[in-house]
């Protein structure tokens, strides 16, 4: 078969099932619009930004506290009015948003891994192996997130030195943002093994006697993976959001690197004083991510949930 | 008039919710950082002696306007220009009910000297105390000093018995060799502390037995303190009624608490003195990766000085409520003199300096900055780090609450390329600032500056964590202590004070305005050296 006669991907995307329930909802089409053109902009930050915040060089401390450009006393160069270091808050906001996209996406992906792996293994071998993990799931589950990212965060804190400790701070919101996720992950994944490990086409792959790694790679993890993929976006949400929370708390990211949470906490300090902006910008960019993250996940839940079509 | 039974029974159900715990007597009350200790020899920090000063005394104490008080001591006179004899107050009893005698000096004067109390200098070593009798004490130096007890407003009296019974030993500044002393206290002062948890919050009540009852208009009964870290937290505090003094207040609320109608903002300048301390003693610079310490040089210092725009940072993050420095003292210290100047903001002139140094390319270290210590700390260092950046010099903020952000940059760590203090000098006199802060700090002249066997020992410089050292500077504040005429002194005093900055021996920044917000109707005096004098307060009634 030539590329010419097969139809290209977007249109066979675009004619889906998916394709036809993304289209008939105008929020959702936002919401992806939105999401994209944020983590497109977030991403291309070192390019699209005006200044690089994390060049302490070009920071004036001149130019602190400016309000956005069309308030008064608003400079063009600053679109949204500047920190008070002087940084420019649309670039800030830029790579704060990348910081934050990176952990969020980061944490999800080694949550599923982990999620997925042990997930499979427990719904498909049952038994000890079974008991044991979902044991392990469920004392995981009864620690609320922000719980076990503080935990790690002191552990880490005590153990390491300070300047280690700063170098590892986004390893640290990883680590502790995907030890949250991963057991919603592994939950989904064994029940639906379950169900997928009696069906006919398993039992023939025994019969023809492929292993047990084979099966569950080859033929269960792909008919497990609709739900995972739920999981994984409205999770991706709640990744950021911690991030976000963690550094609020001032135990995220260092002072100095800008992502979503620290921002938000420095404009916190300037609430009481009118320059709103510091707040007001950075927070509302946290909330339209999130908002659009989960209104995708929810359109994929509804394409992918056969009980709803 | 309608009578509505159902709405007025929520009306009384509600006001019978309204926590009638704030009226008149519970002063409830905010900092950024708790007290580090209840034991007042273990760390000299403001904030923690001036609470301190509220449950324990000294022989004198400072007056609002900060004038010398007695307090434990009545009276005072000089023997002879060595041998000074003061009359103790007979009515005085700690707050276990023990009186107090001047045994209970005797022993103050040995603990504050052994182990590693950080108040030291407040009484030589070779000092004698003699109990002349249960109410006289004498002090026999072996050198005439005019300003003996001029520091001793914060050096406060221990009970020797209870020290004894509870078994609290010398003063130590380890964390994990905590004393009785640490979380109880049994001082003379107004206040007696009720609970205490570290970080969280302290409950103090009003000392029925205070020997200075009726002295003071004071009429609070308990006191609350809960340490708030968040300025916009605290601000918000005040504004909804749920504190009735907060301190600091971050200099861009100042307005907003002025337009509040439930409180009102007190400020002025303080003493205080904020300075960057530059690591000059270490062979290896922390953070930089060099084999060589660059801060030794003399020109790098200059520098480094010169790349700071201080006038920026004055109006722009502290918006004009600060004074720039160009001394170590403040207005109003003795010695303190406006012929010194600033060396000059110069990016051009701080760039040459490095190249002619070597390093022209700039160079790398660890820039210790607390976030809940000082006025817009946080702020501040963001702003130096950036501007230093300008002449290529990599200052690497490191951002850190009080109690860890001390614990790097005191004896014994020491880790810090630069670091951001305040200095108050005790006595208000430039002589404990020359003795603490500039004097080298080693056990002798031939043993090594921070020598890790002698740390110890160190008195003179005892806060002089940067190592700055020059024995022209020992031997003139040596003179300066001894020296009775007042004339004299005070030129040895500007001698000393042209050959630091000649030195860049520190680089000072400028003395903040302290802002304290207030609730309606509190009234309070505020002091230029940030000491809460709770004996001052009066609540409504």
């Not at chain 1, 979503?260 to 009118?274: E, K």
């Not at chain 2, 000096?105 to 004698?128: P, Q």
């Not at chain 2, 050198?143 to 020797?160: F, G, Q």
């Not at chain 2, 900055?369 to 260092?381: L, P, T």
Request: charged residues 20%.
């Amino acid at each position: 078969m030539t590329p010419e006669q097969r139809p290209n991907l977007f249109l066979r995307a675009y004619d889906s099932d998916a394709g036809y329930k993304f289209r008939r909802s105008p929020l959702t089409v936002l919401a992806g619009l939105i999401l994209v053109l944020m983590i497109g902009a977030a991403m291309l930050a070192p390019w699209i930004a005006p200044f690089d915040p994390f060049d302490k060089a070009s920071i004036d401390l001149f130019n602190a506290l400016i309000p956005p450009a069309w308030q008064s006393g608003g400079d063009p160069a600053f679109l949204l009015g500047t920190d008070d270091q002087g940084r420019d808050l649309f670039s800030t906001i830029l790579y704060g948003t990348r910081t934050s996209v990176f952990v969020g996406a980061i944490s999800v992906a080694l949550a599923v891994c982990a999620g997925v792996t042990f997930g499979l293994i427990a719904g498909y071998f049952g038994g000890l192996v079974d008991a044991v993990i979902m044991r392990i799931v469920d004392i995981q589950m009864t620690f609320p997130a922000i719980m076990v990212a503080l935990l790690i965060d002191g552990v880490t804190r005590s153990f390491m030195t300070r300047d280690q400790h700063s170098e590892m701070a986004i390893v640290v919101i990883i680590i502790a943002m995907a030890l949250s996720i991963w057991p919603q992950v592994a939950r989904t994944v064994r029940a639906s093994t379950m169900v997928e490990k009696s069906r006919e086409y398993v039992l023939a792959a025994q019969v023809i006697g492929r292993g047990s790694g084979a099966i569950l790679a080859r033929h269960i993890l792909p008919n497990v993976m609709g739900p995972v993929l739920v999981i994984a976006t409205i999770n991706l949400g709640v990744a950021i959001l911690g991030e976000a929370t963690l550094s609020f708390l001032g135990l995220g990211i260092p002072a100095g690197e800008p992502s979503l949470g620290t921002l938000i906490r420095i404009g916190n300090d300037f609430i009481f004083s009118g320059e709103r902006w510091m707040l007001i910008y950075p927070g509302l960019t946290l909330a339209l991510l999130v908002l659009s993250v989960n209104l995708l996940g929810d359109w994929l839940r509804d394409v992918l949930d056969p009980k709803l079509r | 008039m309608t009578h509505k039974p159902l709405s007025s029974l929520c009306l009384v159900t509600a006001l019978a919710l309204v926590p009638f715990a704030s009226s008149a007597q519970t002063l409830r009350f905010a900092a950024q950082g708790d007290a580090v200790t209840m034991d007042p020899y273990v760390v000299e920090e403001v904030f923690t002696s001036g609470f301190l000063g509220n449950v324990y005394e000294g022989l004198i104490r400072r007056a609002p306007d900060l004038s010398i008080q007695p307090a434990l001591a009545e009276s005072w006179e000089l023997l002879s220009p060595t041998h000074w004899r003061f009359h103790l107050r007979k009515d005085v009893t700690f707050h276990d009910g023990t009186p107090f005698t001047a045994d209970d000096v005797i022993y103050s004067a040995e603990r504050v000297r052994a182990g590693a109390s950080d108040f030291k200098n407040r009484l030589a070593a070779d000092t004698e105390v003699v109990a002349v009798d249960d109410h006289t004490v004498d002090f026999i130096t072996t050198e005439p000093n005019p300003i003996l007890h001029y520091t001793w407003a914060n050096w406060y009296i221990m009970n020797r018995d209870w020290a004894e019974a509870n078994n609290i030993g010398n003063a130590d500044k380890a964390a994990a060799e905590e004393s009785y002393a640490t979380l109880h206290e049994n001082g003379t002062g107004p206040f007696r502390v009720e609970t205490r948890e570290p970080g969280v919050k302290t409950t103090l009540t009003a000392y029925d037995g205070w020997w200075g009852k009726g002295s003071v208009p004071m009429n609070i009964s308990d006191v609350e303190y809960t340490p708030v870290p968040n300025a916009a937290t605290r601000v918000a505090a005040l504004l909804s009624e749920q504190l009735d003094v907060v301190f600091p207040i971050s200099v861009q609320d100042i307005a907003r608490i002025e337009a509040a109608p439930n409180a009102g903002i007190k400020a002025g300048p303080e003493v205080r003195t904020m300075y960057l301390t530059m690591n000059q003693w270490r062979d290896t610079l922390p953070g930089s990766g060099l084999e060589e310490n660059p801060l030794k040089d003399r020109r790098v210092r200059e520098a480094i000085y010169r790349a700071i725009d201080i006038e920026t940072i004055h109006a722009r993050i502290l918006r004009g409520r600060a004074t720039p420095a160009a001394l170590m003292v403040a207005p109003g210290v003795n010695g303190y003199s406006d012929t010194f100047k600033r060396y000059d903001y110069d990016v051009e002139r701080s760039k040459e300096l490095l190249a002619e140094a070597g390093y022209a390319d700039g160079f790398s270290f660890t820039f210790q900055c607390s976030n809940n210590m000082y006025v817009n700390d946080e702020a501040i260092c963001l702003a130096v780090s950036n501007m230093l950046a300008k002449v290529g010099i990599d200052a690497q903020a490191n951002v850190q609450a009080k109690a860890q952000y001390l614990e790097a940059i005191l004896a014994p760590n020491m880790d810090f390329g630069m670091a951001m203090l305040g200095t108050t000098p005790a006595s208000l006199d430039s002589h404990i600032a020359l003795y603490s802060l500039h004097m080298c700090p080693r056990a002798d002249e031939n043993s090594a500056i921070w020598a890790p066997e002698d740390q110890g020992q160190i008195i003179a410089g005892k806060s002089n964590f940067g190592g700055y050292c020059n024995p022209e500077i020992d031997r003139l504040a040596n003179e300066i202590l001894i020296e009775t005429d007042e004339d004299k002194r005070n030129a040895l005093i500007n001698e000393a004070w042209t050959i630091t900055t000649e030195d860049v021996a520190y680089l000072p920044l400028h003395q903040t305005w302290a802002a304290w917000g207030i609730r309606d109707k509190v009234d309070l005096q505020i002091r230029a050296d940030n000491v809460f004098d709770w004996r001052y307060v009066v609540m409504p009634e």
